[in-house]
């Protein structure tokens, strides 16, 4: 069936350096893929998302860049602040929405 | 507007006892979802409802049944609840517009199955 492999499951990044978290899909058909962050007993937001006609798209600290080719799609944080501190979910969406398990993301002060 | 809202936000239930979550949502919106999160296994859909009068099942749909009440409303029940069902319980809501199909989530309901 249709798969969402996310990786790393945990990332510790210095403060001020960036982040990336990878995401492979399976399902070639999915034509939308939003990142969701979650803070330690909240429910998801989403912070960006990217359609499968556009190759990058950036929001200030954040991008996703989408290589529809080999099926994978990454978050990018720039200058990681102590509130990126959160569990970061990738998700692969056609008719169905299928999520990663997850990144929890650490930044070290 | 108070967007998706979820009752209860705790709940603590014994093995074989029933119980529903209601949710709903103001946002106008056609589809919803029910997820349920679990540590180390991120969001895994229980069931989904396109619009109103419909429902299918996701990944994990064995031991619950929904209803979609009207297009606010979508509630999960679980007829015997089993200690495998012990998780925090999302639902969620979207609109299919321009090919994006953003999930708006509830602040979920904390489920404990003895």
């Known amino acids: 069936g249709e798969n969402v492999e996310q990786h790393p499951s945990t990332l510790s990044v210095q403060e001020g350096d960036s982040a990336v978290i990878k995401c492979t899909y399976s399902?070639?058909?999915?034509?939308?893929f939003p990142w969701y962050k979650q803070e330690l007993g909240k429910r998801p937001q989403l912070i960006i998302d990217?359609?499968?006609?556009?190759g990058e798209k950036k929001d200030q600290r954040i991008a996703v860049t989408l290589n529809k080719t080999a099926k994978h799609f990454s978050l990018h944080i720039t200058e990681t602040q102590p509130e990126d501190s959160a569990v970061y979910f990738c998700?692969?969406?056609?008719?169905?929405?299928?999520f990663g398990k997850g990144t929890r993301l650490h930044i070290l002060p | 507007n108070a967007g998706v809202t979820q009752t209860p936000k705790f709940q603590v239930l014994k093995t074989g006892q029933s119980m529903t979550l209601q949710c709903a949502q103001d946002?106008?919106?056609?589809?919803m979802y029910w997820y349920r999160q679990d540590p180390g296994m991120g969001l895994r859909l229980i069931y989904y409802?396109?619009?109103?009068?419909?429902?299918d099942k996701g990944e994990v749909p064995n031991g619950y049944n929904v209803s979609r009440l009207n297009k606010r409303e979508f509630s999960l029940r679980l007829e015997s609840a089993a200690p495998s069902q012990t998780s925090v319980y999302f639902c969620?809501?979207?609109?299919?517009?321009?090919?994006?199909?953003?999930?708006?989530f509830g602040p979920g309901t904390r489920l404990t199955v003895l």
């Open positions: 969620a809501s979207s609109v299919l517009s321009g090919g994006v199909n953003e999930q708006f």
């Open positions: 399902d070639s058909a999915s034509n939308y």
């Open positions: 990217i359609r499968s006609n556009v």
């Open positions: 998700a692969a969406i056609y008719d169905k929405i299928i």
């Open positions: 946002m106008n919106h056609n589809s």
């Open positions: 409802s396109a619009s109103e009068g419909t429902t």
